[in-house]
């Protein structure tokens, strides 16, 4: 986790950058904001900086040791602690029983919730809890000489579900910590927090991620389509986890391939009736999801049109496997006689849904004109 990996929030990561600079890192931090605003990710890529032997002024080096085994989350001077969930066996259980599932987690995606973790654990509907028996384990592990690195960090995720007496026993840890000691406290809920624990950390506020920066991170890291990107961003409100959800909700590439596939196939066959429905189902989306639509079916004339004037293999035509599949056949259907055509055809849809037009007729003419085009 670099941070360069996370979208937004300069001004804090300044703050932490600066704070490793000038030496005068506090030996307690407590990260508090909303989900999905990146506190976690923030926390990993300062924890990683902070061990890093080659950081520069912007970020760990990615090479070194310590951050080879920071980004498997094997370093011996790591340690995480989270809520975990009683075995039905009613044995002990601390993080480290559900260790492999959090780094398998926390490897496939820094952005999650509670209910992801729970879920994770396999053991969903049952009350996640940091046990009294983990601050025993936190007292044993930070007792310990640190192996590699010159500070031993232990981030604490949601310390808000320790109960009062795992606290208590954290307290004087937290006060008075071993040398080189560093404890970063990742909490949603920093009201629910003992006064006596909130009152020795250094706290940094971690905001929702703004719209923009959001939107952004999207089209950069997930190579969304910057119309459908606003949307989501909008949508999520500042919250990452809840931005990747509706990511992975609407898989967009399918529904629209799904859409296009359709339209050129029905088309071809001349089959005017199911071009009418298919008018009218896309005239029902959002004007947002039409354009996004239109942008893609742009991008799919484009390839196919490549892909038929230098050749299937091609390694200049960018598709995913199923629009490979399907384009292996249909693009000999987009050639010199119509690209124009259907590029300034799907272009004035794009123009019309925009300035408001009416988009059942918007979307029949486009079904008409394809149809006349395609063969
Ligand atoms: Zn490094």
């Not at 990561?13 to 931090?29: M, T």
């Not at 230098?310 to 690209?339: A, C, M, W």
Request: hydrophobic share 40%; net charge neutral; charged share 25%.
């Amino acid at each position: 986790m670099n941070f360069s990996h996370i979208p937004g929030q300069k001004a804090v990561i300044d703050r932490l950058r600066c704070s490793v600079a000038e030496n005068r890192v506090s030996h307690a931090l407590l990260f508090y904001g909303p989900e999905g605003s990146g506190k976690f990710a923030i926390a990993l890529a300062f924890a990683r900086y902070i061990s890093c032997e080659k950081r520069t002024a912007e970020d760990a080096c990615g090479v070194c040791p310590s951050c080879v085994k920071y980004d498997k989350l094997i370093h011996p001077d790591l340690h995480f602690v989270f809520p975990v969930i009683k075995k039905k066996s009613g044995t002990e259980v601390v993080s480290d029983t559900y260790l492999s599932q959090w780094r398998s987690m926390v490897l496939k995606s820094p952005w999650f919730s509670l209910n992801t973790w729970t879920e994770a654990m396999e053991v969903a509907n049952e009350q996640a809890l940091i046990p009294v028996a983990e601050a025993a384990e936190i007292i044993r592990k930070l007792s310990l000489k640190s192996f590699e690195s010159d500070f031993k960090i232990m981030i604490i995720w949601l310390p808000e579900k320790m109960n009062a007496e795992t606290a208590n026993k954290l307290l004087k840890m937290i006060e008075e910590p071993p040398a080189r000691t560093l404890f970063i406290l990742v909490s949603e809920e920093d009201d629910r927090l003992l006064p006596t624990i909130t009152s020795r950390c250094q706290h940094i506020r971690i905001p929702a991620i703004s719209s923009a920066d959001l939107s952004a991170h999207l089209v950069r890291a997930a190579g969304m389509d910057p119309a459908r990107a606003e949307e989501i961003a909008a949508i999520a409100n500042g919250n990452m986890v809840r931005a990747m959800e509706l990511t992975r909700e609407d898989d967009n590439t399918t529904v629209h391939l799904d859409r296009f596939t359709r339209l050129m196939r029905t088309g071809y066959a001349r089959d005017i009736q199911t071009l009418v429905t298919w008018s009218e189902e896309t005239a029902a989306l959002g004007r947002e999801r039409q354009k996004s639509f239109l942008s893609y079916a742009l991008r799919m004339i484009r390839e196919n049109f490549i892909m038929n004037f230098r050749g299937k293999e091609n390694k200049l035509v960018y598709l995913t496997q199923p629009e490979d599949e399907f384009s292996l056949k249909f693009h000999p259907f987009i050639n010199e006689n119509n690209i124009n055509a259907l590029n300034r055809e799907f272009n004035l849809a794009y123009a019309h849904v925009e300035s408001n037009g009416n988009t059942k007729m918007i979307f029949l003419d486009l079904a008409l004109k394809t149809m006349r085009l395609i063969r």
